[in-house]
């Protein structure tokens, strides 16, 4: 194998398959059949997750005027029963990152209480309620809609907590009898529970639709295999037919003998192997029969002493043929990934205008803070990806690669380096609270990307487990021509230790899900700002403009605008707006897509971790969020809301 050859294998792309996929490029360019205008019928709006609405009736001349038009409480009086005695947070609330779905004036909504409700769009008045059986709730960041077929109905699909996967009749909330036993779909099956049927095994976001085909990822826990008490069960995705319930295909996220990729794991280190699953959101390009699968790392995500390998298919964009799961090719965003930064965002689907040609075009981004933007068909960089050279750690047994890909364009989406130069300096009170923070614990500070996790010594990298860009993605307006996130600078204590019984962990009372922060102000420790939007060019990969995101209260006046980090995503529209909630300051914002300006604000009654969400209802625009707060960036727990702003 040549250099070249060499090279282009190690990023990973599939060339045997390119000769066919080059025939599906004469296709259309589109990502998927576009939705009815006034609707919102999947987590993305679009199976090409571009998350765009064509609604103009909210624009930036009137955006001013916005208010609260109607709330939905998720947690009702029954709810309330029904956890007692098993309340998590404040009051017995629960997070939730659910993105509501709306189709023909109906939106269906999926609760942290164990209930999936039908309301009128308009008003919120409930339509119907589904109760889920034995305590179980919904997977927390939505539900999936079917159009039916035949004498099957339309249909809102779902994953659950204890690993099953409902279908229920879209107009009357009722289990669809033909599907799996009496509407249910025991997803824990032996050939994924391969350490056990009693592990864990969940579904923590919404399915994805193609045609007939209900596809699915996988959840269960991080750590040593996935679990304290040891291996957890496969991340492979599968793929089951809407009408019955039954099993079509598997895509094996770790590759058996055989296989495409299975090589890159040393020994037997593919036996058992958990992690390597799809926790966040799929996208598929309808018109060509493409899913886009992210992967999330293996497990454990935070050392790989025994898993020697880049380890394919951990943190990766899988493109696979959507009838059948068959591989077509791959990126490998991180290899051998020991900093946790899967790649969950949801694969964005557009169109690139570039050198007189229009190339269809999928984007990842992820934690590490990174966007590649390849050519959606055949797996080719569309701006550029190089190898380059990264720090070898000091990790007993550990496998370092010694290069990690990075993008020639775009640059960095947030700042991906953190020195003693760049640690917060602004208000004298938490500049001092930082550089203490750094020199009592002796921190290894990251000044350069990709800084391994020290042995007994605290690691600090920018972005963290939580920095960068994390689940939600990013949104696109195709006639602007630009793709928005926001992002979070927000940084991550990490150490190894050795255990008793030889094995090593990410461990101390600085490591695990502290944030390098101070915990009782939720004042991060890293550069301002906080948090930003960001907007990119899709047609020569350059930054657009990037907007501070996010105030601190508590500061004094003058220096509140410091961004704040957040969870939950943007969405644009036909009028030329973006809008995002996701900081921990419980705004809900308005942003001119063109330029970046701010032009609304309204405050939350808790911080709207989820996707907004955009729709039409008997002639009028509305514009919701679910707002809850939530532990993941340290904020409580505060509120059980579903907001929708209207015009008056």
Not at 170 to 183: C, H, L, R, S, Y
Not at 213 to 220: K, P, Q, S, V
Not at 453 to 478: E, K
């Amino acid at each position: 194998m040549d250099a070249n050859n060499s090279f282009r294998a190690r990023r990973g792309f599939n060339w045997t398959s390119l000769g066919v996929l080059a025939a599906c490029a004469a296709l259309g360019t589109t990502a998927a059949a576009a939705p009815a205008p006034a609707d919102w019928p999947s987590v993305g709006r679009d199976q090409g997750g571009q998350r765009h609405s064509p609604l103009t009736q909210i624009s930036p001349a009137n955006v001013g005027q916005l208010k609260e038009a109607w709330v939905y409480h998720m947690q009702t009086d029954a709810a309330k029963a029904a956890t007692a005695g098993r309340r998590s947070g404040s009051a017995g609330l629960r997070v939730s990152e659910s993105i509501p779905l709306v189709i023909g004036g109906t939106m269906y909504l999926g609760t942290p209480y164990g209930r999936v409700v039908a309301l009128e769009a308009a008003t919120g008045k409930e339509k119907w309620v589904f109760e889920i059986p034995d305590g179980d709730t919904p997977s927390v960041r939505g539900v999936e809609y079917w159009k039916g077929e035949g004498k099957h109905p339309a249909s809102i699909v779902f994953g659950t907590r204890m690993g099953r996967m409902y279908s229920i009749n879209a107009a009357t909330g009722k289990p669809n009898a033909a599907f799996g036993e009496a509407g249910v779909v025991n997803l824990k099956t032996p050939e994924v529970m391969q350490t056990g049927m009693d592990k864990p095994y969940f579904l923590p976001s919404p399915p994805i639709v193609f045609k007939n085909l209900i596809i699915t990822g996988a959840g269960m826990g991080e750590g040593p295999g996935g679990l304290a008490s040891g291996p957890g069960p496969r991340g492979d995705t599968r793929a089951w037919d809407a009408r019955t319930g039954k099993l079509v295909w598997t895509f094996h996220s770790v590759p058996k003998p055989g296989e495409f990729g299975h090589d890159t794991w040393g020994g037997d280190s593919w036996k058992n192997r958990s992690g390597v699953n799809v926790w966040g959101h799929m996208t598929v390009d309808a018109e060509r029969g493409i899913v886009y699968m992210p992967f999330g790392a293996p497990n454990n995500d935070r050392q790989g002493v025994d898993r020697p390998g880049d380890n394919l298919f951990g943190t990766s964009l899988v493109a696979a043929d959507a009838n059948t799961g068959k591989y077509l090719w791959h990126f490998q965003v991180v290899h051998h990934d020991i900093w946790d930064w899967d790649t969950q965002s949801p694969p964005t689907l557009f169109d690139v205008k570039k050198d007189g040609k229009v190339i269809p075009a999928v984007a990842t981004v992820n934690k590490n803070a990174l966007m590649f933007i390849f050519n959606r068909v055949t797996g080719e960089p569309i701006f550029g990806v190089e190898e380059r050279p990264v720090p070898k750690g000091d990790v007993p047994g550990e496998h370092y690669s010694p290069t990690q890909p990075f993008p020639v364009l775009p640059e960095p989406l947030s700042q991906n380096t953190l020195s003693r130069n760049n640690l917060y300096k602004d208000t004298p009170e938490h500049k001092e609270y930082c550089e203490k923070l750094v020199d009592d614990n002796n921190m290894l500070l990251g000044e350069v990307p990709y800084t391994p996790i020290a042995f007994n010594r605290y690691t600090v990298n920018l972005p963290g487990t939580q920095g960068g860009v994390n689940y939600y993605g990013g949104t696109v307006d195709p006639k602007l021509g630009l793709f928005v996130v926001n992002v979070n600078n927000l940084a991550q204590p990490m150490r190894m230790v050795l255990n008793p019984d030889g094995s090593i962990q990410n461990a101390g009372p600085l490591a695990g899900t502290r944030r390098f922060w101070n915990p009782e102000t939720r004042l991060p420790c890293g550069p301002t700002p906080w948090g930003q939007l960001v907007a990119v060019d899709i047609n020569t990969g350059k930054i657009a403009w990037r907007s501070t995101l996010g105030v601190t209260d508590d500061f004094p006046e003058g220096k509140q605008n410091t961004g704040r980090p957040g969870l939950g995503g943007a969405i644009t529209t036909a009028s030329g707006l973006t809008f995002v909630a996701a900081t921990d300051d419980a705004r809900f914002r308005g942003f001119e897509t063109k330029t970046g300006k701010e032009v609304w604000a309204a405050k939350l009654p808790a911080s709207g971790y989820a996707t907004p969400v955009t729709y039409q209802a008997k002639g009028k625009q509305y514009l919701a969020v679910v707002a809850t707060g939530g532990s993941q960036v340290g904020a409580p727990l505060l509120s059980d809301s579903l907001v929708v702003y209207s015009l008056p």
